[in-house]
Structures are given as C-alpha cells and as structure tokens.
Nanobody
Framework: QVTLVESGGGLVQAGGSLRLSCAASGRTVSSYTMGWFRQAPGKERDFVCAINWSDNSAYYEDSVVKGRFTVSRDNAKNTQYLQMNSLKPEDAADYYC????????????????WGQGTQVTVSS
C-alpha cells in the first residue's frame, strides 16, 4: 500500500510562488507515475501534471499550467514536488498528489493512490 502526504500549501498573493511536496511511504514509488490534481469548491478534480516513472518525463495540462508549474521527483527521498510560479486567484484549490502503476495518466480514475490534499489560496 502506498501512502501519500502532501505539504506546502498555504496563502500566497497573486504573482507569488509555492512549492508543494508529496512524500510517499509504504512502498517505494520509483516505479509509479506520480501526478498532481486540483479541485476547487464545487468543481471537478482536474489534472495538473504528472511525471512518468520509467523515464522521468513530465507532462502538463497546458490550459492550466501555461508554463508556470514544474513537476519533479526525487526517488531517493520517495518524494515528488510541484513548483508553482506566477500564481493566480484561479489557481486556488485543494491540490492532490496521486500515484499510479500506469506509465501515463491524465484522469483521476487512472490513479490508484491519493493523498489527503493541501489547500492553496491565492489572494488578489
């Protein structure tokens, strides 16, 4: 079983930056694709980005990210990160870390393991 714990959320002004972390425990996640999703109140859980387990290639939801976010992972620490720059009020949401044994996943139901989420608030 994989347990994921996010951290790093908080309140930031528009234009600011945050770095989210997702620490995995229970099993090594070096063979898992790790993803980030976000969900605003009353809205669906949307894909943000993911990083593949086999070659560490990253892919993003461009309509969301637009070059502002960067995903990375440190397999030695069993941790993935999401660096978010130039934050906008519309980025405010609960951000979730997820893991899947699939090599590729852009939809929430493709992920087997989830963290509890960390809240990001962006003030205008």
């Amino acid at each position: 079983q994989v347990t994921l714990v996010e951290s790093g959320g908080g309140l930031v002004q528009a234009g600011g930056s945050l770095r989210l972390s997702c620490a995995a425990s229970g099993r090594t996640v070096s063979s898992y694709t790790m993803g980030w999703f976000r969900q605003a109140p009353g809205k669906e859980r949307d894909f943000v980005c993911a990083i593949n387990w086999s070659d560490n290639s990253a892919y993003y939801e461009d309509s969301v990210v637009k070059g502002r976010f960067t995903v990375s992972r440190d397999n030695a620490k069993n941790t993935q990160y999401l660096q978010m720059n130039s934050l906008k009020p519309e980025d405010a949401a609960d951000y979730y870390c997820a893991a899947t044994r699939r090599a590729y996943g852009r939809v929430w139901y493709q992920y087997e393991h989830w963290g509890q989420g960390t809240q990001v608030t962006v003030s205008s």
